[in-house]
């Protein structure tokens, strides 16, 4: 079965400080994988997204991700972040194919960013 | 252009109550998506459609109804609701052709059943 697994549920961070999401995915789901971004009472917002080609990946706000495909895993970066970052933060994966753009969702992040 | 939108956004139903979610978007897609979103859970998918006058079940499709007579709108229904239906629901969309199946997302109806 396809999988997307987030492996923090938590993250809190200091402002101005580094800060990494990680997301692992099934080898099914590899073929396109994105992060996209929650803000409280908000829908979701598309971050970045990696389809092929270059391995590092960058989105808006300053963020950036790492396809790894030997460890399965497109773990989320940003060398400092603000107090506005703070949000929920979703990775997912589609097939392709016959899917029909399908995605599969982790479980989500909340990362807070305290002063 | 609006993208996606939804209504209503907010509704507090009484267990057995039934009601419909409406889901529009005027970008021409042609893939829309209908999730449940928990804590804890990231988003689960209910439904979808891959045009208009047709649907299929997702993840998690027990105790709902959907519809696309309309090749901009998707309507999630609820027949008989209960307790385990609260939830925040979203609508998203994709279009067919091209190399990204990104989904553009509507901004959620918070459901709660009492």
């Known amino acids: 079965a396809q999988s997307v697994t987030q492996l923090d549920s938590q993250v809190p961070v200091f402002e101005e400080a580094p800060v990494e999401l990680r997301c692992n995915y099934s080898?099914?789901?590899?073929?396109?994988l994105f992060w996209y971004v929650q803000y409280p009472n908000q829908g979701l917002q598309l971050l970045l997204k990696?389809?092929?080609?270059?391995?590092l990946v960058k989105g808006i706000n300053g963020f950036e991700a790492e396809f790894n495909k030997s460890q399965t895993s497109f773990h989320l970066r940003k060398p400092s972040v603000h107090i506005s970052d703070t949000a929920e933060y979703f990775c997912?994966?589609?097939?392709?194919?016959?899917?029909?753009?399908?995605?599969?969702f982790g479980q989500g992040t909340i990362l807070t960013v305290h002063p | 252009n609006a993208g996606v939108t939804q209504t209503p956004k907010f509704r507090v139903l009484k267990t057995g109550q039934s009601m419909t979610l409406l889901c529009a978007q005027d970008?021409?897609?042609?893939?829309m998506y209908w999730y449940r979103q928990d804590p804890g859970m990231g988003l689960r998918l209910i439904h979808y459609?891959?045009?208009?006058?047709?649907?299929a079940k997702g993840e998690v499709p027990d105790g709902y109804n959907v519809s696309r007579l309309k090749k901009q709108n998707f309507l999630l229904g609820l027949e008989s609701a209960a307790p385990s239906q609260t939830s925040v629901y979203f609508c998203?969309?994709?279009?067919?052709?091209?190399?990204?199946?990104?989904?553009?997302f509507g901004p959620g109806t918070r459901l709660t059943v009492t």
């Open positions: 080898s099914s789901v590899s073929v396109y």
């Open positions: 998203a969309s994709t279009q067919r052709r091209g190399t990204a199946y990104e989904q553009y």
């Open positions: 970008m021409n897609h042609e893939y």
């Open positions: 459609s891959v045009g208009e006058g047709t649907t």
């Open positions: 990696y389809l092929s080609g270059s391995t």
């Open positions: 997912a994966g589609g097939a392709g194919g016959t899917s029909y753009g399908k995605l599969t």
